[in-house]
């Protein structure tokens, strides 16, 4: 096999779209960053070190492949004392499902249970009057002009849905969504030291409350899933200690996992649907493509763009030599627009077969995927019923400084 060398110059061209991509220009529209890093092939030099992997078919042969693996906390201590990977915040969420491999993975799957056709049939009526009420307060704001759907519903579905399963206090929901908010750069590929402290300081939060909430209901067990994961740890770990943390770190999770990919989710479905007028009227004749509608929005612009695994062992990936321990970062948000696997991938196109990444795959395939769409089908479906088509105010702005996870500032609508 021939072997690739990765030169300086490569190290430059995509430094240059990095830098591109974190300004504020690259934050409203990365799809053209993305073409120009496919460009350079399916997989380039990352600047920091490592690889980006920008073409579908092998983001997704990684994904399900056992040779690649989540970034534990094996391989965050190895990264020395002054990395981002040693921050409080990262030691913390790498005890989380997401970032955990085999062995330990799949103990903490098992007490974890499943979103199965029952317990999601469960959540449904929730959902609906959650969204119908949302929907009332659009409805009355819109009344006066115009109203910024991210934070009147976006926002708010999916923390009233987590926290209404989870038996959590409504008067705690809004300080939640806060402190995911903030906990997300940890998890991001170039944080800054301001933003991983904000970072620590939500999850030293975070932890406070849940193994406070995981305690008392030790104390007074309920009918909901905290009580529910309580027992199956109690049966897993003898020590009660260890075993309330698990129980923690399974409701931090769930948390983390509904709240911040879900608003996104929801605020870019809707901008797909307002920004074009055709597509508001499609969708209010044939309720039934609101799955296809989803699928469409999560390919077109998934709410997570940035998915990294390190190689098990010495590899050769595309021709390029890679060690053990090494990273790459599957670029989905430029995997979802590869030619190669959807012809014209820049437009929004129903008709599609589903093909994307935006709940990963393999063994690490999102645990929460079927709740997300349920939300999303819901709101879509209710949205195009109970209101008259709404037309966009202006683009919205992303959060800034944001390259793994897109999130919605403002969605500022109005009626036709």
């Given at each position: 096999m021939q072997t690739v060398t990765t030169t300086s110059s490569d190290r430059r061209a995509t430094l240059s779209l990095f830098t591109r991509l974190r300004s504020a220009q690259g934050q409203d529209d990365p799809f053209p960053i993305y073409a120009a890093l496919r460009s350079l092939g399916p997989v380039a030099p990352a600047p920091w070190g490592g690889h980006l992997v920008t073409g579908f078919d092998l983001c997704d042969r990684i994904l399900r492949s056992p040779a690649w693996l989540e970034p534990d906390r094996r391989w965050r201590e190895k990264q020395g004392p002054r990395t981002r990977w040693s921050a409080p915040s990262a030691r913390e969420i790498s005890s989380t499902l997401p970032a955990l491999n085999p062995p330990d993975h799949s103990r903490v799957r098992q007490a974890a249970g499943t979103f199965d056709r029952s317990t999601i049939q469960g959540i449904a009526p929730t959902v609906t009057r959650v969204t119908d009420r949302l929907l009332d307060t659009l409805a009355d704001r819109l009344r006066d002009g115009e109203a910024d759907f991210a934070a009147l519903v976006a926002e708010e579905l999916p923390v009233a849905t987590i926290g209404t399963w989870l038996g959590l206090p409504e008067a705690d929901w809004p300080r939640l969504r806060e402190l995911t908010h903030d906990q997300v750069f940890t998890q991001e590929l170039l944080p800054t030291a301001s933003q991983l402290a904000r970072s620590d300081a939500a999850m030293a939060e975070l932890r406070a409350y849940f193994l406070d909430l995981v305690r008392d209901r030790r104390a007074r067990p309920g009918d909901d899933p905290i009580s529910g994961w309580i027992t199956r740890w109690d049966a897993l770990e003898s020590d009660q200690d260890k075993a309330d943390e698990g129980v923690y770190f399974l409701a931090l999770f769930f948390l983390l996992?509904?709240?911040?990919?879900?608003?996104?989710?929801?605020?870019?479905?809707?901008?797909?649907?307002?920004?074009?007028?055709?597509?508001?009227?499609?969708?209010?004749?044939?309720?039934?493509?609101?799955?296809?509608?989803?699928?469409?929005?999560?390919?077109?612009?998934?709410?997570?763009?940035?998915?990294?695994?390190?190689?098990?062992?010495?590899?050769?990936?595309?021709?390029?030599?890679?060690?053990?321990?090494?990273?790459?970062?599957?670029?989905?948000?430029?995997?979802?627009?590869?030619?190669?696997?959807?012809?014209?991938?820049?437009?929004?196109?129903?008709?599609?077969?589903?093909?994307?990444?935006?709940?990963?795959?393999?063994?690490?395939?999102?645990?929460?995927?079927?709740?997300?769409?349920?939300?999303?089908?819901?709101?879509?479906?209710?949205?195009?019923?109970?209101?008259?088509?709404?037309?966009?105010?202006?683009?919205?702005?992303?959060?800034?400084?944001?390259?793994?996870?897109?999130?919605?500032?403002?969605?500022?609508?109005?009626?036709?």
């Open positions: 996992a509904a709240l911040e990919t879900t608003a996104t989710l929801l605020a870019t479905m809707v901008l797909r649907l307002v920004e074009e007028p055709d597509r508001w009227d499609l969708v209010a004749d044939n309720p039934d493509l609101a799955p296809a509608f989803v699928e469409e929005t999560l390919r077109h612009d998934a709410p997570t763009h940035v998915i990294s695994r390190v190689a098990a062992h010495d590899c050769a990936l595309n021709g390029l030599e890679i060690r053990a321990d090494d990273m790459v970062h599957l670029m989905v948000g430029a995997a979802h627009r590869d030619p190669d696997r959807h012809p014209d991938p820049d437009r929004f196109d129903l008709r599609r077969k589903p093909a994307h990444l935006a709940f990963s795959a393999g063994i690490h395939y999102c645990l929460g995927a079927p709740l997300a769409r349920m939300e999303a089908d819901t709101l879509l479906r209710r949205l195009v019923t109970r209101l008259p088509r709404l037309t966009l105010v202006r683009r919205p702005t992303m959060a800034p400084r944001r390259v793994v996870f897109r999130r919605l500032l403002n969605l500022d609508v109005a009626l036709a």
